[in-house]
């Protein structure tokens, strides 16, 4: 079994030690940080908020950042124990990437930025990317969260299971044991979907 490496730098830590700060220097030290540094902030706030509403028996003690680069294929994003056992979690943001782009401009200028979206165009493109992907998971059962965050985007819900629909070939053939839609602003699970292998699905 290939060991979990984690990366050098712990979101975890940064998080405690910023609780205990003012606001004002809390944001400044956001400011210092590097964008991969945010980016792993992020994952690890998003991912610790989807456990608490995924109905998964999930040890919040347990949850780890893997780093990427310790292995190839790379590990995912998180390791985390499910019901005392190991499970894996990669995350995708979904997203307009015109969206994306106002929001980085407004949050340096500290404005209000608005526009209309697309959902199945950012779920398939984000989706169809991770399903590419090979993971090093040492055997254990690997999820795929893809979440909704930027722009307070409100994805139309009764559309969602047909727009997973429409890629669950690409799904199949992917590593992944199960899909799931995540609201990241409601902090809610919008769909959870536990994928059936192509071969058996034929069958």
């Known amino acids: 079994m290939i060991a979990l490496a984690k990366p050098r730098w712990e979101p975890a830590v940064f998080h405690e030690a910023c609780e205990k700060l003012p606001v004002r220097e809390q944001r400044r030290l956001w ?4 964008p991969d540094d945010k980016k792993l902030l992020f994952e690890w706030k998003t991912f610790r908020a989807f456990a608490r509403v995924s109905g998964l028996d999930i040890d919040p003690r347990s949850i780890e950042m893997c780093d990427p680069n310790a292995a190839s294929p790379p590990f995912p994003d998180v390791r985390c124990r499910v019901s005392g056992q190991f499970e894996y979690f990669e995350l995708g943001e979904v997203t307009e990437e015109d969206l994306a782009r106002k929001a980085r401009i407004a949050q340096k ?3 209000v930025y608005g526009g209309a979206t697309s959902q199945r165009r950012p779920l398939a493109r984000i989706c169809l990317k991770k399903c590419r992907k090979r993971y090093t998971t040492n055997g ?3 999820h795929l969260i893809l979440h ?4 307070r985007q409100v994805p139309n819900e009764r559309s ?3 727009d997973l629909s429409s890629l669950m070939g690409p799904i199949r053939r992917g590593p992944f044991a199960c899909v ?4 990241g ?5 919008l769909v959870r979907h536990r994928i ?8």
Do not use: H, M, N, Q
């Open 31 to 34: 400011d210092g940080l590097k």
């Open 109 to 111: 200028d500290l404005s």
């Open 140 to 142: 254990r059962p690997l």
């Open 148 to 151: 909704f965050a930027v722009g």
């Open 160 to 162: 969602l299971p047909d």
């Open 180 to 183: 799931w839609l995540y609201d």
């Open 185 to 189: 602003w409601d902090k809610r699970v």
């Open 196 to 203: 059936t292998p192509l071969l058996e699905a034929r069958s």
